[in-house]
C-alpha cells in the first residue's frame, strides 16, 4: 500500500524555521519525483518544491532562497527545510509523489498524497 505521512508542522513566529518530513512506505518508495504542495488561506493549492531520483529539483518563485527540498539516502523520507517564514507561508503542506520523470509543481502529475501537515506563522 503505498503511504506518505507528514509531520513536523507547527506554529512559529515570523522569520522562523520549521523541517517538514514526509515518511515514504510501500509501492511509493518506487516514486520517481516528490514535492511539497500548499494550501493557502485562500483555500489555494499551489506548489512550493520537487525533486527528483535523478537530482533534479525545482522551487516555486517565494520557496527560492528560502526553502529547501531534499530525501535521506535511502530515499524513505523526503524533507522541506523552510527558513525566513512569513505569515503568508501559513497554511497545510502536502507532499506528493509520481512515478514520471521531471520536476514539476503541478498537482494533476501526482498520484500520492498524504494528509499534510499544518503550518502556522504568527507576525
Known amino acids: 500500500e503505498e503511504q506518505l505521512v507528514e509531520s513536523g508542522g507547527g506554529s512559529v513566529q515570523a522569520g522562523g524555521s520549521l523541517r517538514l518530513s514526509c515518511a515514504i512506505s510501500?509501492?511509493?518508495?518506487?516514486?520517481?519525483?516528490m514535492a511539497w504542495f500548499r494550501r493557502n488561506a485562500g483555500n489555494e493549492r499551489e506548489g512550493v518544491a520537487s525533486?527528483?531520483?535523478?537530482?533534479?529539483?525545482t522551487y516555486a518563485h517565494f520557496a527560492s532562497g528560502r526553502f529547501s527540498i531534499s530525501k535521506d539516502n535511502a530515499g524513505n523520507t523526503l524533507y522541506l527545510q523552510m527558513n525566513g517564514l512569513a505569515p503568508e507561508d501559513a497554511g497545510m503542506y502536502y507532499c506528493?509523489?509520481?512515478?514520471?520523470?521531471?520536476?514539476?509543481?503541478?498537482?494533476?502529475?501526482?498520484?500520492?498524497w498524504g494528509q499534510g501537515a499544518q503550518v502556522t506563522v504568527s507576525s
Open positions: 506528493a509523489a509520481k512515478q514520471t520523470w521531471s520536476p514539476s509543481l503541478t498537482s494533476s502529475f501526482y498520484d500520492s
Open positions: 510501500g509501492a511509493t518508495n518506487l516514486a520517481v519525483c
Open positions: 525533486t527528483c531520483s535523478d537530482g533534479r529539483t
